[in-house]
């Protein structure tokens, strides 16, 4: 062998056959690394899955698939023909369904352990710090990006190698009844719900429905699993009972009250993370996380609980979460370039709701400043899908930001306005109706010594606003200095 190390492939040709239920059209490879739905981003070897999407579909994209490389592809009977002579075609009835069955294919041979995380919110981060925490103790498999819906779910599952030590799967929702199908894939043995807020309520109606949504990650777990719940929320016992009617035999929970199993007793931010007190299970960790705000804080409690069900030491699991760094999006801070000195962007631009803008509003108030005169700045789009009580939910959060050491609030788009007017006039800045409308005159207002949050839900573009900021204000380059 020379002393060259062996390295599996994801998938062999000849193995994909029985879960794809395919017939094959030309030569079928000998392996497959990866698993692909992008041809903008496939790798050599992978197999590519021409998925129909609600703007594009898959198979108009196939012969951009093998010329990046591409083993194979998957295709639907109906466009057979037209792809013939590209490359191996596994053909199948319904491309969709193929990958959810080579999901679930990969979890059946997978002897590792799976985490499965939801919430309204904090269930990225949380994820993210599985990634880098779990990863210490042995192969990690985690879902990329926010791969969380129908097709992110089966992908992730799909990539998943042999011999992973740990699976970590986001699974999110929109709707009821969306969670069920996707959990029953993943098979979790530990299935964590971070948060319950008024999220997705034009479409769920009640928070009561969006905890019962929510507890629909508790129908797969897999029997004798533990379901870990968020003690502090007001849904609380209504998700303690629908778990205790799941195959799940140990029921544990996070948060700040009394009596729960991982409890925080005391947070010590500061510009680049914090310091926890917590007792986990009757044991007192003090511990470092790297990454700020008090709701990063409260969901490490959940991941070590997490980690010592999955069977991983919890005071090595705590030091481990001193690496952790927030997630693009997500509370990022970014140094911006301002004359001869610079302001600090938090970059939480990802998404929004009610709960999460005031964990993200409280981490601004928190923030040092970068210089002596700087100011706490912050610019919010529309929290979307609301239900009828948006206009309320935008304008509570005044009271907030009127107690909060923040000077100036920038607001984009028709429900922030309804935040714009009830704010106290001292802290009232521009509004716009849109990002675009008002992109140049919010760059133009950050100055040396600001600390800038940028926050709302992705269809207000205020990532444009961060991309904006990050243009104007970007480091100039190292200068060389010829010898």
């Given amino acids: 062998m020379n002393g060259e190390v062996m390295i599996s492939p994801l998938w062999t040709g000849l193995e994909l056959i029985a879960p794809l239920q395919a017939r094959v059209l030309g030569l079928m490879p000998r392996i497959v690394n990866g698993v692909s739905i992008d041809s903008r981003t496939l790798q050599i070897d992978d197999l590519y899955f021409a998925i129909r999407g609600e703007n594009h579909d898959g198979h108009a994209f196939v012969e951009n698939a093998f010329a990046a490389g591409a083993a194979a592809a998957v295709v639907d009977e109906a466009h057979v ?3 013939k002579g590209l490359g191996c075609l596994y053909v199948v009835h319904d491309v969709l369904a193929a990958m959810e069955r080579l999901g679930q294919a990969a979890r059946k041979r997978m002897t590792g352990m799976v985490v499965a995380v939801t919430g309204s919110v904090g269930k990225t981060s949380t994820k993210e710090a599985m990634r880098g925490v779990f990863g210490a103790f042995g192969k990690a498999h985690v879902s990329a990006a926010s791969y969380n819906n129908h097709w992110g779910v089966p992908l992730t599952l ?13 699974i999110g929702m929109n709707h009821a009844n969306e969670i069920r199908p996707l959990v029953q894939m993943v098979r979790p043995h530990v299935a964590l719900i971070t948060a319950i807020a008024p999220v997705h309520l034009e479409n769920l109606g009640t928070i009561e429905a969006i905890a019962d949504a929510k507890a629909e990650i508790f129908d797969g777990i897999e029997a004798g ?4 719940l968020p003690r502090d929320t007001p849904q609380y016992r209504r998700l303690d009972k629908l778990a205790r009617q799941s195959r799940a035999g140990a029921f544990l929970t996070f948060g700040e009250l009394e009596g729960a199993d991982a409890r925080l007793i005391s947070f010590e931010p500061d510009a680049e993370g914090s310091v926890v007190t917590a007792d986990i299970m009757g044991q007192r960790l003090r511990y470092r996380v790297g990454a700020p705000g008090r709701h990063l804080a409260s969901n490490s409690l959940a991941l070590l609980l997490a980690a010592r069900a999955v069977g991983i030491d919890i005071v090595e699991a705590a030091r481990e979460l001193a690496h952790v760094t927030a997630p693009t999006g997500r509370g990022e801070q970014i140094r911006l370039a301002i004359g001869d000195g610079h302001a600090t962007l938090i970059d939480e631009s990802y998404n929004a709701n009610p709960v999460s803008m005031r964990a993200a509003l409280a981490l601004l108030a928190a923030s040092p400043f970068p210089e002596v005169f700087g100011r706490r700045i912050a610019m919010l789009g529309d929290m979307l899908e609301l239900g009828p009580e948006e206009m309320a939910l935008h304008a509570g959060l005044a009271q907030d930001i009127a107690s909060l050491p923040i000077d100036i609030v920038h607001t984009v788009g028709p429900r922030m306005a309804h935040l714009h007017d009830a704010l106290p006039v001292d802290k009232r800045g521009l509004h716009g109706a849109s990002a675009a409308e008002v992109l ?11 600390v800038v949050m940028v926050k709302g839900s992705n269809g207000s573009r205020m990532g444009s606003v961060v991309s904006a900021l990050k243009q104007r204000y970007a480091a ?4 060389v200095v010829e010898g």
């Avoid at 799909?158 to 799967?169: C, E, H, K, S």
């Avoid at 140049?440 to 600001?450: K, P, Q, S």
């Fill in 476 to 479: 100039p380059p190292a200068q």
């Fill in 225 to 228: 699993g533990v379901a870990i």
């Fill in 158 to 170: 799909a990539r998943m190698p042999l011999d992973t030590t740990f699976g970590v799967f986001e």
């Fill in 440 to 450: 140049d005159r919010l760059t133009a207002e950050v100055a040396a010594g600001d």
């Fill in 81 to 83: 023909d037209a792809l």
